[in-house]
């Protein structure tokens, strides 16, 4: 079974402006996708993509305005099933309250682990699993480094079981040397219990490590989704390639980084949406919205010229 299926997922912003009427917001047009049981998807792209929006459409923060999102097999909401781990831990925690009040409080809401001693417990065994000591069961939010507090809202979101964990730049707050560490207890939570991640990040090298599947995101689409290592080994998409042409350590093949500015989003370019920034582009790109093809291997791609590219 999939642990998530995103079907034609769209999220339109409608924004009130005084002159000419309201305009429309397309954060998310037509998204698909799928999460097997046990594996990683990373959705990488500029910022502005669309990314954070299709994170909150899966844990219910923004309702989707098409489209729909199954969370093991079932529509609907199951605030259980899926949690959100997101980038800055200070504004996802209470400063004035304990750290024992931010694992406790799930529980509570859940009615988990009912009773003093077995809430107790349980909150013992959601810090040692993010490798914490109860030493920090006191300390408040402001007495923590990022690191260890970004552990904390880890465990906070484990706190009620969940099968799938989304995590929305979760090391994008945090110094180089602290992201690795946090990298490798996400790798070592999910064989030990057996989570899925939808990792949302503009980090390559943590896409890098953690992902199983890619799906790169340009201006509310997917442009190309595979396995990790088609994606990031030989990129196919001019995007993908210009994305990952700035990345030292990574094979550039015929990328050139990127330039100018991503368009806005509630006039999308027509045709194919990367066509004004593509250093391939020709005029029948302008003209059609090439659909996301399987290629070969397997994977998926937008461009008219994927073919030339290979
Ligand atoms: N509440 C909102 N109302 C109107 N527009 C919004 C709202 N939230 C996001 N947007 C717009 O939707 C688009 C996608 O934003 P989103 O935050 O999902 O992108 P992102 O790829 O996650 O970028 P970032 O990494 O900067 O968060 C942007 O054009 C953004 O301005």
């Known amino acids: 079974m999939n642990a998530v299926t995103v079907e034609d997922l769209e999220k339109h912003y409608r924004i009130r402006s005084g002159r000419g009427g309201d305009r429309v917001v397309h954060a998310v047009d037509g998204v698909s996708f799928e999460v097997p049981e046990g594996r990683t998807l990373s959705i990488i792209g500029e910022s502005g993509c669309g990314k954070s929006t299709i994170a909150r459409m899966l844990v219910r923060l923004a309702d989707p305005t098409g489209g729909r999102i199954l969370v093991q097999g ?4 199951d605030r259980r099933a899926i949690q959100l781990v997101s980038q800055n831990p200070w504004s996802a925690l209470n400063r004035r309250k304990s750290i024992r009040h931010a694992l406790e409080q799930p529980l509570a809401v859940h009615g988990l682990h009912p009773g003093r001693a077995a809430r107790a417990a349980r909150v013992r065994e959601l810090l040692e699993l993010v490798g914490l000591t109860e030493e920090y069961l006191d300390r408040r939010p402001g007495g923590v480094s990022g690191g260890e507090l970004q552990r904390v809202t880890v465990a906070r979101a484990l706190a009620v079981e969940p099968r799938v964990l989304v995590l ?8 180089v040397s ?5 990298v490798n207890l996400l ?5 030990r219990l057996g989570l899925s991640y939808v990792l949302i990040t503009h980090e390559i090298d943590i ?9 790169v995101m340009y201006l509310g689409r997917f442009v190309e989704t595979g396995p990790a290592e088609q994606v990031f080994d030989d990129p196919r998409h001019p995007y993908t390639r210009a994305l990952l042409a700035a990345v030292p350590g990574l ?8 330039t100018g500015e991503v368009p806005s989003a509630v006039s999308p370019p027509p045709g194919c949406r990367f066509h004004t920034r593509c250093p391939l582009a020709v005029d029948a790109c302008s003209a059609a919205e090439p659909p996301l093809r399987r290629e070969e291997d397997g994977r998926l791609v937008a461009c008219l010229r994927a073919d030339e590219l290979h």
């Not at 094979?251 to 990127?258: A, E, I, N, Q, V």
């Open 74 to 77: 079932r529509d609907g909401v």
């Open 168 to 175: 929305d730049e979760p090391t994008a707050s945090l110094d």
């Open 178 to 182: 602290v992201k690795a560490l946090l």
């Open 187 to 191: 790798l070592d939570l999910k064989r």
């Open 207 to 215: 896409a890098r490590h953690l992902a199983d599947d890619v799906a």
């Open 251 to 258: 094979d550039r093949r015929s990328g050139t980084p990127l």
